[in-house]
């Protein structure tokens, strides 16, 4: 899920150990989240330091959401999301509801204001392991997804690859690509994901994913990730599929999106917004040692 604009965001700091530290392994709808609290230290980890943390035994993750101190009055937390190969993402839906479960946790918020370099996020506790974020508007122009050049219709991109039907491109902070097909069982996304992935249409990469409608509010999705590769869940994703369905006509404006980790309802509601709703679970929580980081 590289964003380059989320890396020329990111603030330069110079390189201090996170060995000492405490981290937390977490999971949204099987999304494997890792959570590493830097409010107050003023640094955020080098691109190395996220590569190390997914080589360590037990802490092999899809995102790491590092929170820095609020950037406005009223926020939570500001979070630096990486990738396993240390490319920076400007939006993680499941990761999101990770920390504001972390966040709350220890305050007892209900409500709770985070930000990303993509904008800020607002997120509900539904109940005692349920969040509900605000994604903000869909955004469906070439440019903003974006794409390497005009197209006439973004919710019908032909890529003209591995016998895929037309792509749906939606960016979602992030840029997607949802090929909607009878059985997504039919097609190796492990196999075929990094081509898509790097396609010279997508000039940041992109999320790349199969979506199957079962009916007017369910849809089977599987996800390739980019940065990161095939994940049991990717809440943006999600997101971007119900956006793409609805569009086509093919859902209604919610539905629930079954991933291999779990189920996410996502809801396109009447002023645009996107409202991701979702699980999470603690696994657990180390220190980090500098063990880790020596290799």
């Not at 991109?157 to 690509?177: I, Q, R, T, W, Y």
């Not at 009878?182 to 492990?190: G, K, Q, R």
């Not at 390739?224 to 997101?239: D, F």
């Amino acid at each position: 899920m590289t964003d380059l604009s989320a890396a020329a965001a990111a603030p330069e700091t110079p390189h201090r150990s996170l060995a000492g530290r405490e981290i937390f392994k977490m999971n949204g709808a099987g999304n494997e989240i890792l959570v590493l609290d830097l409010r107050g230290a003023g640094f955020l980890p080098a691109a190395e330091d996220a590569q190390a943390l997914a080589r360590a035994p037990g802490l092999a993750y899809d995102q790491l959401m590092v929170l820095s101190d609020p950037q406005a009055p009223g926020q939570d937390a500001f979070m630096t999301i990486y990738n396993q190969d240390g490319s920076l993402s400007a939006s993680c839906g499941n990761g999101t509801r990770c920390v504001a479960h972390y966040l709350a946790a220890r305050s007892g918020a209900h409500n709770l204001q985070l930000a990303t370099s993509a904008g800020p996020l607002a997120v509900r506790r539904e109940g005692p392991l349920s969040y509900s974020v605000d994604m903000g508007p869909p955004r469906l122009g070439w440019r903003d997804i974006p794409l390497a050049h005009e197209v006439a219709d973004t919710g019908a991109v032909e890529l003209e690859k591995f016998g895929l039907p037309a792509a749906s491109c939606v960016s979602m902070g992030n840029p997607h690509a949802i090929f909607f097909v009878p059985s997504i069982e039919a097609y190796d996304l492990a196999a075929i994901g990094p081509a898509l992935e790097h396609d010279p249409l997508f000039p940041q990469r992109a999320n790349i994913s199969l979506a199957q409608v079962l009916s007017r509010d369910a849809i089977r999705l599987k996800v390739w990730e980019r940065g990161t590769g095939l994940t049991l869940a990717c809440g943006t994703a999600a997101c971007a599929t119900l956006v793409a369905a609805a569009r086509a006509g093919l859902t209604e404006r919610r539905a629930t999106i079954s991933l291999p980790g779990g189920d996410l309802v996502v809801e396109w509601r009447a002023d645009d917004h996107i409202v991701m709703t979702g699980p999470v679970e603690v696994e657990f929580s180390r220190r980090l040692t500098p063990e880790i980081f020596a290799t």
